[in-house]
């Protein structure tokens, strides 16, 4: 297994290398698992796509990673990036095995305006996909988050997502928010994303919370 900004609007992500208009699966051998993510599972700060925590968990147990994450996501914001479609249309016609769900971070920076919207919207993405892909097996993630000072919407937006993914019957992983709390070191450049190093360490809490879930 693997071994070793708040009041101001902000969106995680930028115009670098990452591209999310033809996600291209990785070649593991095994089930079909997609990611329903932002920067932080696309992978934004590491120095490559295979050194972020999606593609080294993936890569770990052969899995055929499809991951389709966009820059700057959330259950609300950017959903136009595929034009007449989204992202949860991508991942239903991919047929996964597994689903993760790793959404929530940027919706904090809109949670003043549009929290009614955010909240329906969770349980809206979840609820369509599971109708459609009812033999796959979904694992939400509690949003991750990238300061160790935490607004109020941090907390609150989790609790819509943990109750969405029950209302759906998915596993839910806790804890994700404070993973790379308190660790700088871990950070890229930008300030804002993790580096080979964070994304090492969010692989590796990933890891042991898929091995509690027999997977």
């Known amino acids: 297994m693997i071994v070793a900004v708040i009041g101001v609007i902000v969106v995680l992500g930028g115009s670098g290398r990452h591209s999310a208009i033809e996600p291209v699966p990785s070649a593991g051998s095994g089930p079909i698992v997609a990611f329903y993510g932002d920067s932080y599972t696309l992978g934004t700060g590491a120095s490559d796509d295979e050194r972020r925590w999606s593609t080294l968990v993936c ?47 940027n919706d904090n920076f809109s949670y003043d305006l549009a929290a009614p919207d955010i909240k329906a919207q969770i349980s809206d993405d979840l609820s369509r996909m599971a109708a459609a892909l009812p033999d796959a097996r979904f694992i939400v993630v ?74």
């Open 59 to 105: 890569r770990d147990r052969g899995w055929h990673e499809f991951n389709p994450s966009v820059n700057g996501l959330g259950f609300i914001d950017n959903r136009d990036h595929f034009g007449a479609g989204d992202l949860p249309d991508l991942i239903i016609t991919a047929r996964p095995d597994i689903v993760f769900v790793t959404m929530g971070l």
């Open 142 to 215: 509690e949003p991750f988050w990238y300061t160790d000072e935490r607004p109020r919407s941090v907390e609150v937006i989790i609790s819509w997502v943990k109750s969405a993914a029950t209302a759906i019957g998915a596993d839910y992983i806790e804890g994700a928010s404070r993973w790379i709390e308190g660790h700088p070191e871990w950070m890229a450049s930008d300030g804002l994303h993790p580096n080979d190093d964070g994304y090492l360490e969010m692989a590796r809490r990933m890891d042991l919370e898929l091995e509690a879930l027999g997977l």
